[in-house]
């Protein structure tokens, strides 16, 4: 456990003791974002996330965790991982920028935090893909004799398909960010963005239902979603550019999409 309990810690603040350079200027750890906008009494009361890691993250991030040996990881045993992802987020306040307008909203620590290893999300887009013909497998050729030998040896067993392989194993980090101060829910403006401003860390927004209001939302309100400054190959490249010869440091932003929160008189 303990040779694993830093590596979240050790990668976010990784982010911020990097030297300014072209190093700094290309993810490291990718995660695809879910987010539900909280109410409480027709104020925005905070957001409940869904962080969702890359596959290779993933599988280092649960080894030796396994504890009762089952193959499978509870909430149990990754509560100790959760909570080392969340005291090293708090420096960074989640990499939630939440604002009214152009004033930063204050956020409070992180509660109702924990892991889940499950399926990667799937993709709508791959699925649409063609799926490449493959020969017919060992199985579907004679069950016996010479014919059915050579046949395994020619056809060998069929590459599986997309549907057909198993999804991978990701983890996701489930965690509520309750605003310090509510906002009013009619209030104009109210938009946030996750984005880690050095890019060591690369959010994406979910290609499905990336953002939802939360069951006690006002009737009437909806949420937009912005096209990022900058797609992230080019905020890649710009970000490079920049740390050569600025030492920028906010190449996260160029990529990130803007939520904003419409209800109400504001629409």
């Not at 398909?161 to 509510?182: C, I, M, N, Y």
């Amino acid at each position: 456990m303990a040779r694993w309990q830093g590596l979240v810690s050790g990668i976010v603040t990784a982010a911020l003791l990097t030297p300014a350079g072209a190093a700094r200027a290309h993810p490291h750890v990718w995660v695809t974002v879910e987010t539900t906008i909280l109410f409480e009494a027709g104020s925005i009361a905070g957001l409940r996330h869904k962080w969702t890691f890359d596959e290779f993250y993933s599988s280092m991030a649960v080894q030796d965790l396994d504890t009762d040996k089952d193959g499978k990881y509870s909430r149990e045993e990754l509560a100790e991982l959760a909570k080392v992802n969340i005291d090293s987020l708090k420096e960074f306040q989640f990499f939630t920028h939440a604002r009214l307008g152009e004033q930063r909203l204050d956020l409070l620590e992180a509660k109702d935090y924990w892991l889940e290893h499950g399926d990667a999300p799937v993709d709508p887009d791959a699925a649409k893909q063609p799926q490449q013909k493959m020969l017919p497998r060992a199985s579907e050729a004679p069950s016996q004799g010479f014919f059915s030998r050579l046949w395994d040896l020619i056809a060998g067993p069929a590459t599986p398909s997309a549907s057909e392989a198993a999804q991978p194993k990701v983890l996701s980090l489930h965690f509520t960010v309750p605003l310090r101060q509510p906002v009013l829910a009619e209030a104009p403006d109210f938009n946030f963005a996750v984005y880690d401003s050095s890019f060591f860390i690369a959010f994406e927004l979910a290609k499905v239902d990336p953002v939802k209001l939360g069951p006690a939302a006002p009737a009437g309100c909806r949420v937009s979603i912005g096209e990022a400054q900058r797609s992230a190959d080019d905020a890649q490249r710009l970000g490079e550019a920049f740390a050569t010869q600025l030492g920028t440091q906010n190449f996260g932003f160029l990529a990130s999409k803007p939520i904003r929160l419409q209800c109400g008189t504001s629409q």
